[in-house]
């Protein structure tokens, strides 16, 4: 399977900045997502990160606050804007390996960030 | 809207017993669903994979099981050990969702030595 790098893997951040989180794959895979896990809670998808496109984004997420950019095959990058407390969260790379449509998600380690 | 509930939200057993984790969907109309684990701090881990057209898959001491026109699906685990405690995660695929997954919140697990 895949192994995924997520930097940071933790940050504590002020109120109103921005944090870019990069996700590197150590092989070319067509399917990229962002996950967030917000405390005790599960995971939403926020986007699907297409190469040479714009990110497909779910209901409720929208690109001015998450921009996201897929530079290539083996990498990309969410940029949590203009944070405030509530993007408190575990935000997580997934990548579905090999080229088949079934084949199995994977995840990184994620990126644990907190907002004062 | 697909949801999908995990019962029980958390489980505490002796080391070496076996155990069922229960994952339920409300729409049967399902690509693939998937079992993960995860440890605290940590990302997640793909343990199983389960085809909408497949009834079972097993990796060495795991076991899944679906069904799918009851929305269903179970985690067993024999002869349980410390290292198995996680909180164990199952999602599902939707045949009309693209690639997003729709996971369950979890059942945390303790294997008590």
């Known amino acids: 399977s895949a192994v995924i790098s997520q930097k940071p893997s933790r940050d504590i951040c002020q109120r109103g900045t921005s944090l870019t989180i990069q996700c590197q794959v150590d092989?070319?895979?067509?399917?990229m997502f962002w996950y967030r896990q917000q405390p005790g809670q599960s995971l939403t998808l926020i986007a699907t990160a297409n190469q040479g496109s714009e990110a497909t984004y779910e209901s409720g997420f929208v690109i001015d606050k998450f921009p996201i950019s897929r530079p290539n095959l083996t990498f990309s990058t969410l940029t949590v804007s203009n944070m405030s407390p509530e993007d408190s969260s575990i935000y997580l790379c997934s990548v579905r390996s090999g080229t088949g449509d079934d084949e199995p998600q994977h995840f990184g380690d994620g990126t644990r960030l907190s907002i004062l | 809207k697909q949801e999908v509930t995990q019962i029980p939200a958390a489980l505490s057993v002796p080391e070496g017993e076996n155990l069922v984790l229960n994952c339920s969907f409300t729409?049967?109309?399902?690509?693939?669903l998937q079992w993960f684990r995860q440890d605290p701090g940590k990302g997640l881990t793909s343990l199983l994979l389960i085809q909408s057209s497949q009834r079972e898959q097993t990796s060495g001491r795991l076991n899944a099981s679906l069904d799918k026109s009851s929305g269903r699906s179970t985690l067993y685990i024999a002869a349980s050990q410390p290292g198995d405690s996680a909180t164990y995660l199952c999602a599902v695929r939707l045949e009309t969702s693209g690639s997003r997954l729709t996971f369950g919140e979890g059942t945390q697990l303790t294997v008590n030595p």
């Open positions: 729409d049967s109309a399902i690509y693939n």
């Open positions: 092989s070319q895979v067509t399917m």
